[in-house]
């Protein structure tokens, strides 16, 4: 039976095989004709990786923090934005044209049932989730599907009427970057309508 490759997949197990290989292999080095010069660029090794690692995992979390404050400004800017707009609107002066003027008028509504076709973008985002983002254009939301690497079709994941839509499904093998892809329909109501998506692709990272 083929074997495995012997390196661990994700980074800190491999951090974890190095240290096990390094101690080992100073105990047998005689045997092996290993030489004290390449028992110390395994110790170099070493020291690189772990200063590497723990500055990755630094720039993780300022990233990822980051992101969160950049959320929670937005969703404070958007609440702040609509109440104001909701001010204007009910302002005796208010008038078509100077909504237009401000940008405060929504594009129409839905079209044809049959030809609509929604517009999937895609972001990795890492820790195994995949973003979809997605315009409704004035339908329910989207019935979305999605293929892993090996399966055998696309199988249903979620309803969503609030995008953007997070995959958030742990990956089918821990630590192992897995590509998936996406397809997504319509709905009005509880029905599917119009035309599927393109299909798109990303990669789920741990």
Known sequence: MPKQDYLPATQADFLA?????????????????????????LTAEKTALDTRFAEANRLKAEAKAA?????????????????????????????EADGAALGIIGPDEAGDASTAKPVLGVRELGEGRVELSFARLGWTGLRIYGRREGDA???????????????????AVAGKPEVREYQARYLDGDDE??????????VARP
């Open 17 to 41: 095989w190095h240290l096990r290989f390094a101690a080992k292999l100073t105990e047998l080095k005689l045997r092996y004709g290993v030489t004290d010069a390449q028992l110390a660029a």
């Open 67 to 95: 992101t969160t404050a950049l959320n929670a400004a937005l969703a404070a800017s958007e609440k702040g934005v609509r109440g104001l707009v909701r001010q204007l609107k009910a302002h005796a002066a208010y008038t």
């Open 153 to 171: 079709g696309l199988a249903f994941l979620a309803v969503d009427t609030d995008p953007p839509y997070v995959d958030t499904r742990p990956l």
């Open 193 to 202: 309508i119009g035309l599927p998506s393109d299909i798109v692709k990303a």
